[in-house]
């Protein structure tokens, strides 16, 4: 439940084309952190919970990106 709660907070970075198109990129690493600090996600837990968040990110970034 906390990988989910992250990815949900963290904010994408983005990118402009020169068509004008906005495409989502990735989360920075420092923003994943700064999420789960603010979530208080336990020291233990912290590892599994940023790889969960990259593969949750991979998986939606093509989806989001396709949406028109």
């Known amino acids: 439940m906390s990988a989910l709660m992250v990815f949900l907070e963290c904010e994408w970075s983005l990118v402009a084309t020169a068509g004008g ?11 994943i952190e700064a999420v789960m600090r603010q979530r208080q996600v336990p020291a233990d837990e912290q590892t599994d919970v940023f790889l969960t968040v990259r593969i949750m990110q991979r998986a939606a970034q093509p989806l989001l990106n396709a949406a028109k």
């Open 21 to 31: 198109a906005i495409i989502r990129t990735h989360f920075p690493a420092t923003e």
